[in-house]
């Protein structure tokens, strides 16, 4: 429970800098590509991380750190076969930004289910 509530703080503030840095940064934020609709969902996400790690029961922690550790997983996956997310991205997402998404689908996907395991 302890990681997956830290994930959700520690994520969800990157994220939601991410985002926020994103919107005024333009095209591109060192090696990763930005467009206005992608900074909403980081920042989006981000805050729902926060929430849940802040102010979520632990039921609540574990189910919304699963939820989108799981939709970062997909998204990361389906930007690696369509960059441009099969038209929904202008620019399209390059392959760091890929890698960032799958690393927080694993990484939120193991920290929820850990208690599981270790239980």
Do not use: C, K
């Not at 590509?33 to 996400?45: F, H, K, Q, T």
């Not at 929430?51 to 574990?62: H, K, P, S, Y």
């Not at 399209?92 to 689908?105: E, I, N, P, Q, V």
């Amino acid at each position: 429970m302890i990681a997956a509530r830290t994930y959700d703080l520690w994520g969800g503030a990157a994220l939601t800098a991410l985002g926020v840095v994103g919107l005024f940064a333009g095209i591109r934020i060192v090696v990763l590509n930005s467009e206005p609709l992608r900074d909403l969902i980081l920042i989006g996400a981000g805050v729902l991380f926060l929430w849940a790690g802040w102010r979520g029961t632990d039921g609540q922690v574990l189910a919304w750190t699963r939820l989108l550790g799981a939709a970062f997983l997909i998204f990361g996956l389906g930007t690696m076969v369509a960059p441009d997310l099969f038209g929904t991205f202008t620019f399209g997402l390059g392959r760091a930004d890929s890698l960032l998404h799958l690393l927080y689908g694993v990484g939120g996907i193991w920290a929820a289910w850990r208690p599981a395991i270790a239980a």
